[in-house]
C-alpha cells in the first residue's frame, strides 16, 4: 500500500518581519477606509517557506513520503535542490524561466497576528505540474496554490481515485461560492481555521451545519483553544491543543498541522489521532522562528505526543481506526 502523500501547494519564500508591538493599537477602527500605517521591524528573516513546501517539511521529520505538485521561478532551483535532499519527491515541482518563486512578505506582531502580502510569481503556472505522473498515493491535499492548479490537482484526485484534503488557506478569496461548494463536495475532508470557516459559509451562503454535513469530515484549527473535528453523523470532537514552552513564531504552524494530519491518515491511523498529532507537530514549530528550523527526531515527537495525549503515537496505539 502506498503511504506516499500528494501535496499541491505554494514552494516559496517568506520575509518575516517582527513588529514589537500590537497591531491594534495602530489600525483606528473608523479610519479603516484611509489606512496609512508603517510598523518598525527590528528583526528581519529570510526563510525557506510556502504551504507545500512546509507541509512536506513536517512529514519528512516524521518519516513520511510527501511528493510535492508546484511551479517556482529560476531563483528557487536551489531551493528545490534542498527539498530533494531531505527525500522530498521533487519530480513535479516545475522550475520556471524568466519567473519569480513565489514571495510572501509576513508582518507578526506580539499578539502572533499576522500582515502579510503576497507575490504569486511562478505559482501562476503551477497547473503544469501534473498528479497523474505522482499516483498511486494515500492521501493529496489541495493547499494555497495557483487558482488553476487548485481546481486541475482537485479534479485529477478525484479521477485518480485519492482521497483528498481541501485546505484552502489564504486562497480563498480567489474562488466564490460555487467554486468551493464543487471543491468542498469533491474532496474527502476540508480543514480551515476559525476565521476561514466564517468566511467559507459567508461565501457559499451555508450555515456552519450546512458547511459540516457538506464536507462530511472537517477540521476546524483554533489556536490555543485547539481543533474541532466533525464527522458526518457524530458529534464534534474537540481536539485539544498540545502544549507549548514559549511561543516564539506562528509563521508554518497551520502547515505542521496538516504534516501531522496527513502523515497520520496515511499510516491508516483514526481522524482524532491524527488530528493529535497535527497539535504536536504545531506546538513544537511555534518554539522556532521561521517555517523550517525546527528539526524533532521521531523520539522527540514521540515524547511530546504522550506528554499531551498519555500515549505514544506509534506502533498498536496509533494505529486504531
Known amino acids: 500500500?502506498?503511504?506516499?502523500?500528494?501535496?499541491?501547494?505554494?514552494?516559496?519564500?517568506?520575509?518575516?518581519?517582527?513588529?514589537?508591538?500590537?497591531?491594534k493599537e495602530h489600525i483606528l477602527p473608523d479610519r479603516v477606509h484611509m489606512l496609512n500605517v508603517s510598523f518598525l521591524t527590528p528583526r528581519l528573516k529570510?526563510?525557506?517557506?510556502?504551504?507545500?513546501?512546509?507541509i512536506a517539511y513536517n512529514l519528512s521529520l516524521l518519516g513520511g513520503e510527501p511528493a510535492i505538485l508546484a511551479a517556482v521561478g529560476?531563483?528557487?532551483?536551489?531551493?528545490?535542490?534542498?527539498?530533494a535532499a531531505r527525500r522530498i519527491d521533487?519530480?513535479?515541482?516545475?522550475?520556471?524561466?524568466?519567473?519569480?518563486?513565489?514571495?510572501?512578505?509576513?508582518?507578526?506582531?506580539?499578539?502572533?497576528?499576522?500582515?502579510?502580502?503576497f507575490h504569486p510569481g511562478a505559482m501562476a503556472e503551477a497547473h503544469q505540474a501534473d498528479?497523474?505522473?505522482?499516483?498511486?498515493?494515500?492521501?493529496?491535499?489541495?493547499?494555497?496554490?495557483g487558482k488553476q492548479a487548485m481546481l486541475d490537482h482537485a479534479r485529477q484526485y478525484v479521477e485518480l481515485k485519492i482521497p483528498s484534503v481541501f485546505d484552502p488557506g489564504q486562497g480563498l478569496p480567489m474562488f466564490s461560492g460555487d467554486e468551493l461548494k464543487m471543491l468542498v463536495?469533491?474532496?474527502?475532508?476540508?480543514?480551515?481555521?476559525?476565521?476561514?470557516?466564517?468566511?467559507?459559509?459567508?461565501?457559499?451562503?451555508?450555515?456552519?451545519?450546512?458547511?459540516?454535513?457538506?464536507?462530511?469530515?472537517?477540521i476546524v484549527t483554533r489556536g490555543a483553544d485547539g481543533s474541532h473535528l466533525y464527522r458526518r453523523g457524530k458529534q464534534r470532537e474537540t481536539i485539544a491543543a498540545a502544549p507549548i514552552g514559549k511561543a516564539v513564531d506562528?509563521?508554518?504552524?497551520?502547515?505542521?498541522?496538516?504534516?501531522?494530519?496527513?502523515?497520520?491518515?496515511?499510516?491508516?491511523?483514526?481522524?482524532?489521532?491524527?488530528?493529535?498529532l497535527g497539535s504536536v507537530m504545531g506546538a513544537i514549530k511555534i518554539e522556532s522562528q521561521g517555517p523550517q528550523n525546527h528539526a524533532p527526531d521521531r523520539a522527540v515527537i514521540a515524547r511530546?505526543?504522550?506528554?499531551?495525549?498519555?500515549?505514544?503515537?506509534?506502533?498498536?496505539?496509533?494505529?486504531?481506526s
Not at 46 to 54: D, F, I, Q, T, V
Not at 74 to 83: C, K, P, S, T
Not at 94 to 115: C, E, G, H, W
Not at 304 to 320: D, H, L, V
Open 250 to 276: 506562528p509563521t508554518g504552524c497551520g502547515d505542521a498541522y496538516r504534516g501531522g494530519l496527513l502523515y497520520g491518515l496515511a499510516e491508516g491511523w483514526d481522524w482524532s489521532q491524527a488530528a493529535r
Open 1 to 23: 500500500m502506498s503511504r506516499r502523500v500528494l501535496i499541491s501547494g505554494s514552494v516559496a519564500f517568506d520575509t518575516i518581519m517582527v513588529f514589537d508591538g500590537h497591531f
Open 90 to 117: 521533487t519530480s513535479q515541482v516545475r522550475v520556471l524561466k524568466d519567473m519569480y518563486t513565489p514571495q510572501a512578505f509576513i508582518t507578526t506582531d506580539l499578539s502572533d497576528n499576522q500582515i502579510t502580502a
Open 304 to 320: 511530546r505526543f504522550e506528554q499531551a495525549y498519555g500515549k505514544s503515537p506509534w506502533g498498536s496505539a496509533g494505529t486504531a
Open 185 to 218: 463536495g469533491g474532496a474527502t475532508a476540508l480543514t480551515v481555521n476559525d476565521y476561514e470557516f466564517g468566511l467559507i459559509c459567508e461565501k457559499t451562503g451555508w450555515s456552519e451545519a450546512e458547511l459540516a454535513e457538506a464536507a462530511g469530515i472537517m
Open 74 to 83: 529560476e531563483d528557487g532551483a536551489g531551493y528545490v535542490r534542498e527539498l
Open 131 to 145: 498528479a497523474a505522473k505522482l499516483a498511486p498515493a494515500a492521501w493529496g491535499i489541495v493547499s494555497p496554490n
Open 46 to 54: 529570510r526563510e525557506a517557506g510556502g504551504c507545500a513546501a512546509n
